[in-house]
Nanobody
Framework: QVQLVESGGGLVQAGGSLRLACTGPANLFRISTMAWYPQAPGKQRELVAS???????WYADTVKGRFTISRDDAKNTVYLQMDNLKPEDTAVYYC?????????WGQGTQVTVSS
């Protein structure tokens, strides 16, 4: 069973910052595009940031300029630096690893932004 483990969530005031981390098995991590998906209550998961094995990044317009995704292949870890957080960023944040027809999810970490 492939396991991705997220950490770094918590409660923060609007305008604050958090850094999420997601760690996975080395053999999966080094070949996978890694991505972050928040899921707010009553809503579907939505892609907000991704990074390929070559380091190319993509961001949703809602987080562009506020969130930064990065990966450390030596530590099998992908990060999501979240700055200038807004109450609407409140969600469970899931990490996803994608390789060809395979994809794996973590268990999620709660991020709550108070106004």
């Amino acid at each position: 069973q492939v396991q991705l483990v997220e950490s770094g969530g918590g409660l923060v005031q609007a305008g604050g910052s958090l850094r999420l981390a997601c760690t996975g098995p080395a053999n999966l991590f080094r070949i996978s595009t890694m991505a972050w998906y928040p899921q707010a209550p009553g809503k579907q998961r939505e892609l907000v940031a991704s990074v390929t094995t070559e380091g190319s990044t993509w961001y949703a317009d809602t987080v562009k300029g506020r969130f930064t995704i990065s990966r450390d292949d030596a530590k099998n870890t992908v990060y999501l630096q979240m700055d200038n957080l807004k109450p609407e960023d409140t969600a469970v944040y899931y990490c996803r690893a994608v390789f060809r027809n395979y994809n794996y999810w973590g268990q999620g970490t709660q991020v709550t932004v108070s106004s």
